[in-house]
C-alpha cells in the first residue's frame, strides 16, 4: 500500500456456517473492521480502504469439514479494487 498510494483495497471478512446468519454477518464484519483498523494503523488513509462483512455467504470449502472446510471458511481476503 505503501509502494502503491494509488491502490485501493476491499478488506472482506468470510465466516463458516456454525451460528444464525445475523451473528456470523456481525462476526464477519467485525473481521473486516479489525483489519482494515491494523491498515489504518500503518499509515494507510481509511479512504484507501473498504470493510465488508459476507458472513458464511461466500465459502470457499465445505463446511462439512471442521478441520478442512470450516477453518478454510473462517478467513478475510484483500481484493484489489482499484
Known amino acids: 500500500m505503501i509502494e502503491n498510494p494509488d491502490l485501493k483495497i476491499e478488506i472482506a471478512g468470510h465466516?463458516?456456517?456454525v451460528g444464525s446468519p445475523s451473528t456470523n454477518l456481525s462476526l464477519s464484519e467485525d473481521?473486516?473492521?479489525n483489519?482494515?483498523?491494523f491498515v489504518i494503523s500503518?499509515?494507510?488513509s481509511l479512504l484507501r480502504l473498504q470493510s465488508v462483512g459476507y458472513g458464511h455467504?461466500?465459502?470457499m470449502a465445505s463446511n462439512d469439514d471442521k478441520i478442512g472446510g470450516r477453518e478454510l471458511?473462517?478467513?478475510i481476503e484483500i481484493v484489489v479494487i482499484e
Open 15 to 17: 465466516t463458516d456456517n
Open 31 to 33: 473481521r473486516a473492521d
Open 35 to 37: 483489519v482494515a483498523k
Open 42 to 44: 500503518k499509515d494507510v
Open 57 to 59: 455467504s461466500r465459502p
Open 73 to 75: 471458511n473462517r478467513r
